[in-house]
């Protein structure tokens, strides 16, 4: 049956969700970024800032108006009053930093991509697992109202047979940015790619078959990617990432009924439509504040630990490694590696 009106988003105020202590693990522009949201947002409490050197905590903790600085991370996962621990350093120093949060009996929520491949991935979850802590992949897209409003329209079937989901995200940066340093596993695979794979396969699950073809940056790291997939069911996925040039980044999923299309900037906060081959085209407005709604995720994280859950079924860890996996086969068909970031953390 066509929709008359698309569906309420049943997402939770996060005002209302349990205040926990967090200890922030690492102090640039993602950590910055997520704590404003939280003290604008919610009632959680940053309680510790944990970095490198006892300077670079102190700043952020003044910035942050958290009362506790520590001058390394060791000292951070050990305070006794942190209650989960938000590990944002570089991609490639993500697993040993939730591991010492785990290790130290820590709920953790993990900055996107949790690992380098899925095997890291893996790594983080079976220790959360024995530690029985909570565990999560800070993917806040999918924690989003409107991404509440596309898993109804998905339930619901108003699509119908969904045969193709469209995912593109590009992005220009230059030298010095992080991106671009194969050190720090640069290249737009576990930054821009990782919305545009989850998208895919979040909609369609896991593919069976996976294709891609890559082009190279000026700095020597991966430039632009362009991936394929497909399902058993025959279902397509066609994705697009870039950091050599500003794209649409467009989102849509394409069904036998009909058609959403999440719009510009798809995987923030905005407006969608959806078109429908029997009923009639409906529309979400919504304030576009971008990443101001990272205290979505947060808000999920602190109600499932009060709840005494070790994750959230709106991002469940096998969906997580289910994505990497995905990202290791895209690096397997195009010859890409994060050897020197391996290099560079070992070190």
């Known amino acids: 049956m066509p929709m008359t009106s698309l569906p309420t988003p049943r997402t939770p105020d996060s005002a209302e969700a349990p205040a926990l202590r967090w200890g922030v693990l690492g102090t640039g522009w993602i950590a910055d970024t997520f704590v404003r949201s939280l003290r604008a947002n919610t009632r959680q409490v940053v309680h510790a ?21 520590h001058g390394s991370y060791e000292a951070l996962v050990a305070d006794p009053d942190v209650d989960v621990v938000y590990v944002t350093t570089p991609h490639n120093h993500h697993l040993p930093h ?36 909570f565990c999560m992949e800070a993917m806040w897209t999918l924690f989003l109202p409107k991404f509440d409003v596309v898993r109804q329209v998905l339930a619901d079937g108003v699509l119908g047979d969904v045969v193709i989901a469209q995912a593109d995200m590009g992005e220009r940066f230059d030298p010095p940015h992080r991106i671009t340093r194969a050190d720090l596993a640069g290249g737009p695979l576990l930054d821009l790619g990782t919305y545009a794979a989850t998208f895919a396969t979040w909609v369609l699950g896991e593919p069976d078959e996976v294709t891609a073809v890559a082009t190279p940056a000026p700095s020597g790291v991966n430039g632009q990617l362009a991936v394929a997939l ?3 069911a025959g279902a397509i996925g066609s994705l697009h990432t870039s950091i050599l040039a500003d794209s649409a980044t467009t989102g849509s999923i394409i069904g036998t ?10 995987y923030l906060p905005g407006p969608m439509s ?19 709604a990272l205290h979505f995720e947060a808000a999920e994280t602190a109600r499932r630990i009060a709840d005494g859950h070790t994750g959230s079924p709106l991002r469940p860890w096998a969906d997580t490694v289910a994505t990497l996996e995905v990202m290791d086969r895209i690096r397997a068909a195009t010859g890409l590696d994060f050897d ?6 070992d070190r």
């Open 49 to 69: 800032v944990g970095s490198r050197t006892t300077d670079s905590a102190r700043r952020a903790a003044e910035a942050w108006e958290a009362p506790v600085a």
């Open 98 to 133: 939730a591991l010492l949060a785990i290790e130290a009996g820590k709920h953790v929520l993990v900055e996107k991509p949790v690992g380098l491949d899925a095997d890291e991935a893996r790594a983080i979850g079976d220790a959360a697992a024995r530690a029985g802590v």
């Open 230 to 232: 497909r399902t058993a």
């Open 257 to 266: 009924e009909g058609r959403l299309d999440l719009g510009t900037r798809y």
């Open 274 to 292: 959806l078109h429908q081959r029997s009923g009639p085209t409906l529309s979400w407005t919504e304030p576009m504040v971008e990443h101001e």
């Open 340 to 345: 020197e970031a391996r290099a560079e953390r």
